[in-house]
């Protein structure tokens, strides 16, 4: 991101006619300064010998003459817009440039012999001089005192085996003497090689405990259809037998309402029976009553001896007995039947 005062410069090196970098700029009588082309088609358009920005008019078309100084400028100041694409800001989190004065350039690589990130512009030493040359460059890190021995104050560039840690030549001749260090490079490679099994191996788990949820998954939607159809299956089987009871039970009523009906039938003609019986029982009581009222003698013993011996008399009980017998007793053989 440009300064505000470099942003004033661009805006000073951009012709106002056509709004972009000057191109053979020539400057008027009035002192403003324009491209050749862009001036002399505005004349040549409008008719008039006049400034574009001040409105002041001149007598005749002026020879116009290219401003070499002011044109080496407007071409410094393109070479320095090319190359401010690549001088970036650094940004929050990017690893700034060392060398730079505030505000500082995003570094482009880091020098593990300066032990310094350098941006574009201040890289360019060690891709000129043949000495700087034989540094090693790696990709910018803002760490670089985690790459150095705190003991030594040397870069380290070994790796010990046996204490799994990375170390410097002089720590060869002081903890580390009597142990095997190989090359940062070497153990880089080993260790992406032990990480590539270790990988290997975590993909491997990963893919058999997949296989196993799938598995699992598959069982459980396979057990959830059992048990809906078993559900189903026990449903229909209570629907059965609810409709069967129902019948059941429909029967059941209807043989306790015939039984009810005809023991009512059996209780009614047995108490009409009964009236008859009654209503000649009084006949007979009436008639005895009268003779007891005579005094004629032979009337009296003339009277029908039907009156003292009833030609037939029936057990009372026996019919209302029946026919009022409990229906709850033949229940179980009707539920037997059915």
Sequence with gaps: MASASSLLCEEQLLCSICLDAFTEPVSTPCGHNYCKACITGYWAS???????????????????????????????????????????????????????LEPKLKAQKTCLVCLAAYCQPHLEPHQRVKSL???????????????????????????????????CFMCLKDNHSSHEA??????????????????????????????????????????????EKEIADI??????????????????????????????????????????????????RSEIEKLLQTEDHLHLLQSRPSLLYPDHTEDLFSPLSNSTSPLTSDLCDISRQT
């Design 133 to 167: 040359k034989k540094h090693q460059l790696i990709d910018p890190v803002s760490n670089l005192e985690d790459r150095v021995c705190k003991r030594h104050d040397k870069m380290f560039e070994l790796f010990c085996r046996k204490d799994q840690m990375c170390v």
């Design 182 to 227: 190989i090359p940062l490079e070497r153990a880089f490679e080993e260790r992406k090689v032990e990480l590539g099994y270790v990988m290997s191996e975590i993909k491997m788990t990963e893919n058999t405990k997949s296989m196993r949820i799938k598995e699992i998954k598959s069982s459980v939607e396979q057990n959830k259809k059992e048990l």
């Design 235 to 284: 449903a229909e089987v209570f629907t059965a037998l609810v409709v069967s009871l129902q019948k059941k039970q429909a029967y059941l009523i209807k043989v306790i309402q015939e039984k009810q009906k005809a023991a009512q039938k059996e209780a009614e003609d047995s108490m009409t029976q009964l009236k008859q019986e009654v209503a000649e029982s009084r006949r007979r």
């Design 46 to 100: 409008s008719g008039q010998i006049q400034c574009p920005l001040c409105k002041k008019k001149f007598r005749k078309k002026q020879q116009l003459q290219v401003n070499t100084e002011f044109r080496d400028m407007v071409e410094h100041f393109n070479n320095m817009r090319l190359r401010g694409d690549k001088d970036i800001l650094a940004k929050p989190g990017e690893v700034p440039c060392d060398i730079c």
